[in-house]
């Protein structure tokens, strides 16, 4: 069970059933079947479709920002893949409830049998992976589409912001030894001219296990899903396989087409060890300890991958 799985809906299933209806008139609540709440509560409508509910911290118009972004680059990419992505059927852009349903994609998260798998399975699994991420980081979109160009410059300042904003909230509740190893992630990161020198293109955003499903008999990827962080980023970003292994991440990177430059390496150390960041800060913003000590589970379990 991952962290998600643990997490109880924050939106009853009255609202979503009244919300649903609009849509699927006759639906019955009993048909409604809460899946997992992570940014999204999800739902399976009908054992064929999939229903998202931002969490109740994003039912507004924040949240319903986020679904338009990701319905726009849903429709974006979906002819450039050979891999099935979601389809959004239908969807409500109202800032008190917003929420998006799509036909429900076969197969079962890659995170739920990973384990289960033999050294001939991963090697599969992790083959194709590495087709998925070379056909998704060559894409070369017009100007106009809905994910904007990045420039180096804004990348290097988004991550001086975030480090900004880390010393600030986040340093002051670590133990000596936490401070030391995060402050050090960053320092190392953000003085090494070479982390800047690269080419930013499509990325999924949050591309792990439990947004790829696979076919429970054959281990053929499905699907991939939960584009909602999509951008033009550093590809690195998409290849933190790290807990699924050595052996498994690097049949992903010499399959991979891609450009990996002398600091590819070096940039997925540094995008993997901060994965516990995001969780600190919307812990504390929404005062979700829940989300905060997961942020620090993360990080306990980074610094023992990555030593210093």
């Known amino acids: 069970m991952g962290f998600e799985d643990n997490i109880p809906s924050d939106i009853s299933l009255s609202t979503v059933y009244s919300a649903l209806t609009e849509f699927f008139p006759d639906l019955l609540k009993k048909n409604i079947h809460f899946f997992y709440h992570g940014t999204y509560n999800v739902f399976q409508v009908e054992n064929r479709f999939i229903a998202r509910f931002p969490d109740k911290s994003l039912r507004n118009e924040k949240g319903s920002q986020l679904i338009k972004n990701e319905i726009d680059i849903l429709n974006l990419l979906r002819s450039f893949l050979s891999f099935k992505i979601p389809k959004p059927l239908h969807f409500s852009l109202n800032t008190e409830n917003p929420f998006m349903v799509y036909e429900k994609i076969p197969g079962v998260s890659l995170s739920k049998c990973f384990n289960e798998l033999n050294k001939t399975q991963k090697q599969k699994v992790a083959n194709q992976i590495a087709h998925f991420l070379s056909e998704l980081h060559s894409l070369r979109l017009d100007e106009s589409s809905e994910l904007k160009p990045l420039s180096i410059k804004e990348y290097r300042n988004y991550w001086m912001k975030i480090n900004k904003e880390m010393r600030k909230d986040i340093i002051p509740k670590l133990n000596s030894k936490q401070k030391n ?39 053929n990827i499905t699907g991939i899903i939960d584009f909602e962080e999509s951008s033009i980023f550093d590809p690195a970003a998409d290849f933190l396989f790290y807990d699924e292994g050595k052996i498994f991440l690097k049949h992903i990177l010499d399959n991979y087409k891609g450009i990996k430059e002398e600091n590819f390496f070096n940039r997925m150390k540094f995008l993997y060890s901060r994965t516990c960041v995001p969780y600190f800060q919307f812990g504390l913003n929404y005062n979700r300890m829940d989300i905060y000590s997961e942020g620090m589970r993360k990080l306990k379990k980074n610094m023992k991958i990555f030593p210093i």
């Open 181 to 219: 190893w995060l402050d050090n992630v960053f320092s190392d990161f953000l003085e090494d001219n070479q982390n800047f020198e690269f080419t930013p293109c499509v990325i999924h955003g949050d591309f792990d296990t439990s947004n790829i499903l696979v076919d429970p008999k054959s281990y």
